[in-house]
């Protein structure tokens, strides 16, 4: 007889582990042109990578 596969349903990620992308715009001192920097970390983290 064949076993059937459960699916297992993934739980809700907390505040710690949930990972945002973060985009940060820096201007050229040569050409004065916008450079983009981004980033992954994680969602609690968020406020001190702004800060800097």
Request: charged share 40%; net charge positive.
């Amino acid at each position: 007889m064949a076993k059937k596969v459960v699916a297992t349903l993934k739980k809700e990620a907390s505040e710690q582990e949930k990972i945002v992308k973060v985009i940060r715009a820096r201007r050229s001192e040569k050409t004065g042109a916008y450079t983009f920097r981004e980033e992954f970390v994680t969602a609690d983290k968020v406020k001190d990578y702004f800060s800097r």
